[in-house]
């Protein structure tokens, strides 16, 4: 868990070096509320999301997997919206 102290400032030190030139999540089963151990979706999501914008991946994707259902209370979204990447849906394909 001490990775996880400082992960949004760490999301944001990452995407600042590299930038993420395209997206994917595959969301055909989905896990909810955890990346790695996280509840099973019941029924699946069965859907697959691309984007060339990584904040608006994040944004749009956030309430369909998240305990946070507000993208505007997660910190590293607030930080890189508008200087990562766009809180703007419409450049997300599906």
Request: glycine share 4%; with cysteine.
């Amino acid at each position: 868990y001490k990775l996880h102290e400082k992960i949004h400032d760490s999301i944001i030190d990452i995407n600042n070096y590299v930038k993420i030139d395209f997206c994917v999540m595959d969301a055909s089963i989905g896990l909810m509320h955890h990346h790695i151990n996280g509840t099973i979706c019941d029924p699946p999501i069965n859907e697959l999301y691309c984007s060339y914008d990584p904040v608006a991946m994040d944004i749009y994707c956030c309430p369909k997997v998240c305990t946070v259902s507000k993208w505007e209370h997660i910190p590293y979204l607030v930080w890189a919206e508008d200087t990562l990447g766009s809180s703007k849906y419409e450049v997300i394909e599906c």
